[in-house]
């Protein structure tokens, strides 16, 4: 029971976790250069490994070491409905807010050019899956 509570705290303690704020009426500009430029990709791989792939998987597939005992799934970000559902500032407003009613903390700790190079680098999972449809 202490392990399943440090582990369900720990990404507090690693990313200060802040309350959600609602952001749904404000207005997102995507930076769009940024999310195809190859070095944001790298930068945004490099902070999902440090910050993400411990409940999402090393792979982005929702498969992470710390899922077990969330109270949700974590997102597979190569699942191809949530992927035609989604976009770039919903995926940024839910790293920014997180999510009510589920273990998704806010990471509004990461600086906004952070927050975007990790959309940069998830919209880079896509690029292979759309091009092979």
């Known amino acids: ?24 009426e404000e207005t997102i ?6 999310l195809s430029d190859p070095a944001s990709i790298e930068s945004g791989g490099a902070l999902f490994r440090r910050y993400c792939a411990l ?6 597939d929702g498969k992470g070491v ?23 500032a919903d995926i940024f407003r839910t790293m ?10 806010s990471f509004r700790a990461l600086t906004e050019v952070q927050r975007w190079d990790i959309v940069a680098y998830l919209e ?7 091009n092979e449809q």
Do not use: Y
């Open 29 to 34: 500009t995507v930076p769009t250069a940024r």
């Open 96 to 105: 920014s807010d997180g999510l009510s009613q589920s273990s998704m903390p």
């Open 124 to 130: 880079s999972l896509g690029s292979a899956t759309s």
């Open 55 to 60: 409940c999402h998987g090393l792979n982005a």
């Open 1 to 24: 029971m202490k392990r399943l509570i440090w582990m369900l705290l720990l990404p507090c303690l690693l990313v200060s976790c802040e309350p959600a704020e609602t952001r749904s």
């Open 66 to 88: 710390r899922r077990e005992g969330l109270s949700a799934d974590p997102r597979n970000f190569h699942d191809s409905v949530w992927r035609e559902k989604t976009s770039p």
